[in-house]
């Protein structure tokens, strides 16, 4: 996947699941995300995961288990992240393989990136490319 520089990013998309366990099985078997954490709550909910992937990071839990960002999240819709991987072709392999729902196959663009985009389980549009601007320090 993309350089792992270590660090800790500054932006974290969050996203909540009705099945929090089976969203890190797809984002991890499929997509290649690194499971860091996860606290589940005495009842089996993910109260929070953190994935990884390259030098980035997404958290992760269940809804409807209650909290001020539960509640400000009720009734979000689907969100889409898009995360840079150094072999498209191969990533997308790998999400076929583990029957990923794929919106749009690798596609070269007249940006220069090279990109996917396929659906998780609950809806959620992840894009996967080559495509990363540097960002001045």
Not at 8 to 26: C, E, N, V
């Given at each position: 996947?993309?350089?792992?520089?270590?660090?800790?990013?500054?932006?974290?998309?969050t996203?909540?699941?009705?099945?929090?366990?089976?969203?890190?099985?797809q984002?991890?078997?499929?997509?290649g995300f690194?499971e860091?954490s996860?606290?589940?709550?005495?009842?089996g909910s993910?109260m929070?995961a953190?994935?990884?992937q390259?030098?980035?990071a997404v958290?992760?839990?269940t809804?409807?288990?209650?909290?001020?960002f539960d509640?400000a999240?009720?009734?979000?819709?689907s969100?889409g992240v898009y995360?840079?991987?150094d072999?498209?072709?191969?990533h997308?392999?790998r999400?076929?393989?583990?029957?990923?729902?794929?919106?749009?196959p690798?596609?070269?663009?007249?940006?220069?990136?090279?990109d996917y985009?396929?659906?998780?389980?609950?809806?959620?549009v992840?894009?996967f490319?080559?495509?990363a601007p540097e960002?001045?320090?």
């Amino acid at each position: 996947m993309a350089g792992t520089s270590g660090g800790r990013p500054s932006i974290y998309p969050t996203l909540l699941y009705a099945d929090a366990k089976a969203a890190i099985r797809q984002l991890t078997e499929a997509f290649g995300f690194t499971e860091l954490s996860v606290y589940e709550g005495e009842d089996g909910s993910v109260m929070h995961a953190e994935l990884t992937q390259g030098n980035g990071a997404v958290m992760v839990g269940t809804k409807g288990r209650g909290g001020v960002f539960d509640a400000a999240m009720k009734g979000s819709g689907s969100t889409g992240v898009y995360v840079v991987v150094d072999d498209v072709d191969a990533h997308h392999r790998r999400a076929v393989d583990h029957g990923a729902e794929v919106l749009m196959p690798p596609t070269d663009q007249d940006y220069g990136s090279r990109d996917y985009m396929a659906r998780d389980l609950e809806g959620n549009v992840w894009s996967f490319g080559t495509y990363a601007p540097e960002i001045a320090a």
